[in-house]
């Protein structure tokens, strides 16, 4: 069952762009038994994982900038280690609350997004296996970008450090819009340089949340990984055959639905605890 659990959230992260990695913490919760705080990690690490398998793919097709990645990173650090500290010293009801709050903001921008930018639709995860090869000379030439771009990177990082400590959703719509404004008409070169920013981002969330928790379901943990991982690799088969649209509206209903679940599960499991 974990196996399949993990199947599935690898291949919601690869169809989707910026917010199938909501689907991640729910599936352990709800169907896994995984408390929340011990959820937040897991989902984590295997994200971060998907999301490395996608960054190389982008590495190897050139489509990845590394100056706009550290930029990403370095404005999440520091906000994923204060909400991740935070994260694990919070009730389960209050994070439930604030994983529905978000999701109900992200999930429908799947299908919001996909209207309003029908022509530049940002590529799924899964798609930097097919993406198109960028010249030796393109990824290398200095690009030397205003002071106001950086920061609007670095502040858009913050908030992808918030949703990475808090709902285990690296990067999310923040980090793909701020860069597909700064990557004007490369929505490849966009994701990849997301993706190398989750990848790193994630693993070290995990880690470091990791620290806060005892006792760790390390087998549950591992099958989950290796079916996140499973399910990268299946979306990065399947992708082509998928039309956008369907995959958005499945996976937008899906997050939401999982959301209310989770939050009706953990808000009765503490009202009858206590």
């Not at 996608?54 to 590394?66: F, L, T």
């Not at 798609?127 to 198109?132: D, E």
């Not at 923040?174 to 693993?203: D, K, N």
């Amino acid at each position: 069952m974990v196996l399949l659990l993990g199947i599935v959230a690898g291949m919601a992260y690869g169809l989707t762009a910026f917010a199938g990695a909501f689907l991640a913490v729910p599936l352990l919760v709800l169907f896994a038994d995984v408390d929340f705080h011990r959820a937040l990690p897991i989902a984590l690490f295997a994200l971060g994982i998907c999301a490395a398998i996608a960054a190389g793919d982008a590495v190897r097709a050139r489509q990845c900038d590394v100056q706009l990645s550290v930029w990403l990173m370095a404005g999440s650090l520091p906000t994923m280690l204060v909400l991740g500290a935070l994260a694990q010293r919070l009730s389960e009801p209050v994070l439930a609350t604030v994983f529905l709050i978000t999701t109900l903001v992200f999930g429908p921008l799947l299908l919001v997004t996909l209207r309003a930018y029908a022509n530049r639709a940002a590529p799924p995860p899964a798609a930097m296996l097919h993406a198109p090869r960028r010249s030796f000379a393109d990824a290398t030439a200095t690009v030397d970008r205003r002071t106001v771009d950086k920061l609007g990177v670095l502040f858009a990082g913050a908030g992808c450090g918030a949703l990475a400590a808090l709902a285990a959703a690296p990067g999310a719509l923040l980090g793909w819009r701020i860069l597909e404004r700064r990557l004007v008409g490369q929505p490849h070169l966009s994701v990849g340089t997301l993706a190398l920013a989750s990848a790193v981002l994630a693993t070290l969330a995990a880690g470091w949340q990791f620290l806060f928790v005892s006792d760790v379901p390390g087998y549950t943990a591992g099958l989950y990984v290796l079916g996140t991982t499973a399910g990268m690799g299946i979306a990065r088969r399947v992708h082509q055959w998928l039309p956008p649209k369907l995959t958005h509206r499945v996976l937008g209903g899906l997050i939401v639905l999982a959301a209310l679940a989770l939050w009706v599960v953990v808000v009765r499991g503490a009202t009858a605890s206590s």
